[in-house]
């Protein structure tokens, strides 16, 4: 089987487990007509939707490894955000959400922005607006990036997050805002299964930030770019990504002294509220 065969296998899968396509599509976080396309072959399926697709049906590890390893044939992809858009914001959080129930192991690395996982309401907005949303996408988008957070919660999960200094510090909010989200991060820090580290400027560097990622597992690293959204899966490059989150994460202050530095910058932010004169004023 090649790639280009892989939606006729699918179908032939879905059929002999003898599930409905409209239930298949749900549970894969897609649309039925979607699911038609890549089973007749009228487009390519991407990794996560292979991996959702079987998923969905519930094949054994072996069936699993096997069609992923086809799906992977070519070892990156690109999403444009165009095609985002035209899908809906909304529907890629759904299929980012279906990707975050699968997962046991996350590592994100985050130098641009708090992680969306630990986002307040008003961050969601803030982050969002850029996108030029209507209101009924904006409000289901961010309705389903707060249900993501759930996840936080489930100790069946071991998540882990380095976030660099600068990203505290960014005026995405007002100061009492960022004073929340900061207050945010701190009480998600104390969940057992959580863990976040800070790359504290006042410490030495060897490596640099690049750009945000998400490892999934070991299998799967996501990178968000100006343009794009790239996703991963040749073990050498992941292997890559895991030994930079490492050196990262190892060179981070973690649990009571990066609680400590959030707690420093949000008094600074409810400070300038105070006297209205931002830091070093």
Known sequence: MNKGELGTALRALREGSGKEAKAVARSAVMSASKLSKIETGAIAPSITDVDRILTALGVSEAVKTQYMAVARAEATEATAWRLVRRMGHYRKQQQTKALEAQMRLLRLFQPALVPGLLQTPEY??????????????????????????????????????????????????????????????????????????????????????????????????????????????????????????????????????????????????????????????
Do not use: C
Not at 176 to 183: G, N, S
Not at 241 to 249: N, Q, T
Not at 252 to 270: M, N, P, S
């Open 124 to 281: 969601i907005r803030a982050v969002l607006g850029r996108h030029d949303l209507g209101a009924d996408q904006l409000s289901r988008t961010l309705g389903v990036r707060i249900e993501r957070q759930a996840v936080l919660y489930d100790r069946t999960k071991d998540l882990r997050f380095v976030i660099s200094e600068p990203v505290l510090r960014w005026r995405i909010l007002p100061p009492p805002m960022m004073a929340l989200q900061l207050d945010r991060i701190i009480s998600v820090s104390r969940l057992p299964n959580v863990d976040i580290r800070i790359v504290s400027l006042a410490a030495p560097q060897t490596d640099f930030p690049n750009h945000t990622f998400v490892i999934r597992d070991d299998r799967l690293v996501t990178v968000e770019t100006v343009h794009a959204e790239l996703a991963i899966t040749d073990p050498r490059d992941v292997a890559l990504y895991i030994r930079k989150f490492d050196g990262f994460a190892g060179l981070a202050l973690a649990g009571k002294e990066a609680r400590a530095l959030l707690a420093t910058i949000r008094d600074e932010f409810l400070r300038e509220q105070e006297t209205g004169e931002a830091p070093g004023e």
